[in-house]
């Protein structure tokens, strides 16, 4: 069996704000992780391409209102930035 993964500690040295601002990408990226697990079966970020979290931002959050897409957004680039990728996402 497995160790689950940690988004926290993946997440450690890119993660900045107050407290509420770090615990809502948190919350959010383990989300986006759960939900590319699920429909592409790709558990671990480093396995995840751009189509995958495109797909999470067209697909996924198509009727949740405009800040809440924004929110995930700045999520998005966290874990780009994590990853050392150069993706570019817009709303």
Known sequence: MSKPFDMK????????GSHAT???HLRQA???QVEIAERWQREMPWAWQRKHVDWFLEHRLNRRSAATRYYYLLTVRLLARRLQKSWVFKL
């Open 30 to 32: 383990t989300i986006i």
């Open 9 to 16: 500690l993946f997440l450690a040295g890119v993660l900045t």
């Open 22 to 24: 770090r615990q809502r």
